[in-house]
């Protein structure tokens, strides 16, 4: 199955991603129980339990607040370009750990905790050995996430404006 699709999945032993926006349920966390949490009516009736977890139009519903949620919580980028680009840190990684990363960062001489391109891209406290069932390892996942959304895939994205 592509991977842009409602119905694609990751499934490992560690978690479940679903769909456009690879909405993620693990041991510690539901991505999807925290969303309808904070925004009951727009996800209403969106479920893991049925078949409403590989609806499109609340998966893109999901996927804009999560990321409208991950700018609000960035403060202090350095650039609009380091602030989407901690923005897609936060929605890969985690906001927990793009707050670790920047305070690494901060203590890491030379390395400014409100630039993402050199700096609290290049420090990270998430496992940098490969994981089982991904290939990779979480650090190098996070960052081509966001290499990919912001250098590699952007071009593809603004051929179609």
């Not at 700018?71 to 936060?90: F, K, P």
């Not at 993402?116 to 050995?129: D, F, I, M, P």
Request: charged share 25%; glycine share 10%; proline share 2%.
């Amino acid at each position: 199955m592509r991977c842009w699709s409602p119905r694609a999945e990751l499934r490992t032993s560690r978690e479940r991603g679903v769909g456009l926006g690879q909405i993620t349920r693990t041991a510690r966390f539901d991505a999807l129980g925290e969303l309808r949490s904070q925004w009951p009516s727009a996800l209403a009736g969106w479920s893991w339990a049925d078949e409403s977890i590989y609806d499109p139009a609340l998966q893109l519903r999901a996927l804009v607040l999560m990321d409208l949620r991950n700018w609000r919580a960035v403060v202090r980028a350095a650039t609009t370009d380091d602030h989407l680009a901690m923005m897609l840190a936060g929605y890969n990684g985690g906001l927990g750990g793009l707050s670790s990363d920047r305070a690494l960062c901060g203590g890491t001489p030379g390395c400014d905790r409100d630039r993402w391109w050199g700096h609290v891209e290049r420090t990270s406290l998430k496992a940098k050995t490969a994981a089982s069932g991904y290939g990779k390892s979480f650090y190098a996942i996070n960052r081509e996430y966001v290499r990919n959304v912001l250098r590699v895939r952007i071009v593809r994205y603004a051929e179609g404006l």
